[in-house]
C-alpha cells in the first residue's frame, strides 16, 4: 500500500539556520504531495502542496519539489526562525479517489534556538 | 468563523464510561474523516463519510462508532473507554470532486482515560 517516510527528529536547529526535512513516498500512479505543520497544541495546517512531478510547492518562505523519479518531497527553507518550531508532516493523497484519505509520514518534530 | 470545529476540546474520563466528540464543518464540504494522532504523533485515519455515507472504515475496534447526521457533521462515539483510547482525535474535512485533495482540519480533541 501507499506509504510515506519522514526522517527521525527531533531536528535542532539555531536561528537563520538553513533546513531540510527530507521525505520519500511509496505510492500508486500520481499522488498529490502535501506538507502540514502542527504547532504546539494546534491542529494541523496546510504548509504547501504539489499535484504533479515537477511542481514546486511554496509558502512563509518554505518550498518543495516534486521529484518523481526519486519519489521525494523534501522540504526546505533558507533560514528558520523560532516561530517555526512545530511538527512537520508530509502526506500523499489521490486526490481523485473516492476515498481522497491523507496517508501521513511519522511527523518531524523542528525546535528553531535563538 | 471556525471552519472546522470540534468539541469537546479537552476531555478527561474514566476507563468503561461512553463518551462522544462532536465535529461541524461551515466550509460546504462533502466528506469529513476522523484521525487519530497517538502519544508519538502519528496521524491513523479511522473513519470516512461522504455525503453521509461510510466509504473508510479503518481497523478500528466497534467500541467506535461514527455517525453522520448530514454532510457538515461527523461525530465519534466511544464506548468502554480503554486506557490506549487516550489521543488527540482530529476530525478533517474536505470536497471530493473539488480542490487538489487537500483536508481542512479542526483543532483536535484531547481525550485522557484514566
Known amino acids: 500500500g501507499d506509504s510515506v517516510t519522514q526522517m527521525e527528529g527531533p531536528v535542532t536547529l539555531s536561528e537563520e539556520a538553513f533546513l531540510t526535512i527530507n521525505c520519500t513516498y511509496t505510492a500508486t500512479g500520481y499522488p498529490s504531495l502535501f506538507w502540514y505543520v502542527q504547532y504546539p497544541g494546534e491542529g494541523l495546517q496546510l504548509l504547501l502542496k504539489a499535484t504533479k512531478a515537477d511542481d514546486k510547492g511554496s509558502n512563509k518562505g518554505f518550498e518543495a519539489t516534486y521529484r518523481k523519479e526519486t519519489t521525494s518531497f523534501h522540504l526546505e527553507k533558507g533560514s528558520v526562525q523560532v516561530s517555526d518550531s512545530a511538527v512537520y508532516f508530509c502526506?500523499?493523497?489521490?486526490?481523485?479517489?473516492?476515498?481522497?484519505?491523507?496517508?501521513f509520514g511519522q511527523g518531524t518534530t523542528l525546535q528553531v534556538k535563538p | 468563523d471556525t471552519a472546522v470545529s470540534q468539541t469537546p476540546k479537552y476531555l478527561v474520563t474514566q476507563m468503561g464510561n461512553d463518551k462522544s466528540i462532536k465535529c461541524e464543518q461551515n466550509l460546504g464540504h462533502d466528506t469529513m474523516y476522523w484521525y487519530k494522532q497517538d502519544s508519538k504523533k502519528f496521524l491513523k485515519i479511522m473513519f470516512s463519510?461522504?455525503?453521509?455515507?461510510?466509504?473508510i472504515n479503518e481497523t478500528v475496534p466497534n467500541r467506535f462508532s461514527p455517525k453522520s447526521p448530514d454532510k457538515a457533521h461527523l461525530n465519534l462515539h466511544i464506548n468502554s473507554l480503554e486506557l490506549g483510547d487516550s489521543a488527540v482525535y482530529f476530525c478533517?474535512?474536505?470536497?471530493?470532486?473539488?480542490?487538489?485533495?487537500?483536508?481542512?482540519f479542526g483543532e483536535g480533541s484531547r481525550l485522557t482515560v484514566l
Open positions: 463519510y461522504n455525503n453521509k455515507e461510510l466509504i
Open positions: 478533517a474535512s474536505r470536497h471530493r470532486d473539488r480542490g487538489t485533495g487537500e483536508l481542512f
Open positions: 502526506a500523499l493523497s489521490h486526490g481523485s479517489s473516492n476515498t481522497g484519505k491523507l496517508i
